[in-house]
């Protein structure tokens, strides 16, 4: 073999060689980067998702302090004063424009109101409880149930497990909401059993549902309020709570709303069972007035601890016709009901709708 040719074997083999070795090198390299990618990638992933569930909690701890602050805010001395205000005689020559503005402002129909006249309403007050011509709200009398006042259907249906919804996906719990089955007097511990039992303990009739429906008052509407169905009017439970803001984009915010504010809860017999009507407070409301029940004194300066209720027993029970005048708010809240009804019982509205008192709420079969 000649020299050059030997040579070229050699460094053939030697170039061979350090190609495989560097390729090997390499391959390690890569193999390694790999590794090294993957173990970021799931570091940055674990990371992320640690990140997030913080952010979650912080979000929700936010969100909790946020409402702890709003419900520490003195929103009934604010509704106090309020209600002074509302009872202050304004000078004749403000009383159009100053109450032309609000009906302006809140879109008021004046013109189903008894007096059109604004010289003739002495203070606010006395608009916000003005009295509607006979006929412009006829009752119906071809369903059960009829609206008990002007506003808005923030939600409806069947109570199940004890627990209802205030708005869609925020709920509150009928037990926290009606307090115990018990009439002794004032309590503050409504905790002793859970939602489900308390429904139990209601005692519906045979094969009955238990429904609710939740009608929002506006500043504008009309604020007295009437019987939505025949019915008899056994006891009454006030709660002397808070008077948050119900106003629906409140109620979405603020699980459990309604069993923290101020409430006077009648509760008695209709043609199907039990029949429940709740006026519930709400910021810058006064005062809750019923015209069978003049004792009731609501968001008066006295403190009481949470939960704590005030019970009455009638006597005599009182009957109330559908449609009858029940009471009244100093400005714009809400009426709860919650009755029991025969399998069948139809709503003849939907959320969101707005409905005039004495319009058709629902109906039996």
């Not at 083999?13 to 970021?40: N, P």
């Not at 000078?91 to 879109?107: A, C, E, Q, T, V």
């Not at 007295?224 to 109620?251: D, K, Q, Y």
Request: net charge positive.
């Amino acid at each position: 073999m000649e020299p050059r040719e030997k040579y070229t074997k050699q460094w053939i083999h030697i170039l061979t060689r350090w190609r495989k070795k560097k390729s090997s090198e390499q391959r390690r390299v890569r193999i390694r980067k790999s590794r090294k990618q993957k173990l970021l990638m799931w570091w940055r992933l674990v990371s992320f998702s640690a990140l997030m569930q913080v952010l979650h909690g912080a979000r929700k701890d936010k969100k909790n302090s946020t409402i702890n602050l709003y419900r520490r805010m003195p929103l009934k001395t604010l509704s106090r004063l309020w209600g002074k205000f509302n009872q202050m005689e304004l000078p004749i020559f403000l009383r159009k424009p100053l109450l032309g503005l609000y009906i302006w402002m809140f879109g008021c129909n004046l013109e189903e109101a008894e007096i059109e006249d604004l010289k003739l309403y002495r203070n606010l007050g006395e608009f916000f409880r003005r009295q509607l011509k006979p006929h412009v709200r006829p009752i119906d009398d071809d369903h059960v149930l009829t609206s008990p006042a002007d506003g808005k259907i923030l939600y409806y249906g069947q109570v199940k497990n004890g627990i209802l919804e205030q708005v869609k996906g925020v709920t509150y719990s009928l037990r926290g909401f009606l307090g115990p089955q018990t009439a002794s007097g004032t309590c503050v511990d409504i905790h002793n059993e859970s939602d489900e039992e308390f429904q139990k303990d209601l005692s519906l009739q045979p094969g009955n549902e238990l429904h609710h429906v939740i009608i929002y008052l506006a500043p504008g509407d009309y604020h007295r309020f009437h019987s939505p169905a025949t019915w008899t009017v056994e006891h009454r439970r006030h709660f002397p709570g808070e008077l948050l803001s119900v106003n629906p984009g409140i109620a979405r915010w603020v699980q459990g709303l309604f069993n923290f504010n101020e409430r006077a809860v009648y509760t008695g017999r209709w043609e199907h069972g039990f029949f429940s009507m709740a006026a519930v407070g709400a910021t810058n409301v006064g005062s809750i007035k019923i015209y069978c029940d003049e004792e009731l004194e609501t968001n008066t300066r006295t403190r009481h601890p949470e939960h704590t209720y005030f019970d009455k027993k009638f006597a005599t029970p009182i009957t109330i016709e559908k449609g009858d005048m029940f009471g009244e708010f100093n400005l714009g809240s809400t009426i709860v009901l919650i009755f029991e009804a025969p399998p069948g019982f139809k709503f003849k509205v939907h959320e969101g709708d707005k409905i005039k008192y004495g319009r058709p709420l629902g109906t039996t079969p």
